[in-house]
Nanobody, 123 residues
Framework: VQLQASGGGLVQAGGSLRLSCSASGRTLYMGWFRQAPGKEREFVAAITWDGVATHYADSVKGRFTISRDNTNNAEFLQMISLKPEDTAIYYC????????????????????WGQGTQVTVSS
């Protein structure tokens, strides 16, 4: 499965962005991770295959919303009230290691990764 992320850009603090990730095939769960300069990659959000269950990092809860469109094998990350600390390269990921209905928050549980899209939030 190949993943292609898009939608990043430069936005002022308080602004919004919507990231998209298109996949070449269907997977059981999908997620978003990010990596800021000089920091390790961190979990952002994840969603089950049917979109029923989601999970967010505490730092983005209430501001980010993950969703997916299984018809088109795509996932999205709607980001509002962006903060400078949200600046990072955002990676979409997808996996099949866990059984259906499970949420994966560890990058080790993901099989496929997109190339990343840069999000920069200015203060």
């Amino acid at each position: 499965v190949q993943l292609q992320a898009s939608g990043g850009g430069l936005v002022q603090a308080g602004g919004s962005l919507r990231l998209s990730c298109s996949a070449s095939g269907r997977t059981l769960y999908m997620g978003w991770f990010r990596q800021a300069p000089g920091k390790e990659r961190e979990f952002v959000a994840a969603i089950t295959w049917d979109g029923v269950a989601t999970h967010y990092a505490d730092s983005v809860k209430g501001r980010f919303t993950i969703s997916r469109d299984n018809t088109n094998n795509a996932e999205f990350l709607q980001m509002i009230s962006l903060k400078p600390e949200d600046t990072a390269i955002y990676y979409c990921a997808a996996g099949n290691k866990l059984r259906a209905g499970r949420i994966a928050v560890s990058g080790l549980m993901y099989d496929y990764w997109g190339q990343g899209t840069q999000v920069t939030v200015s203060s």
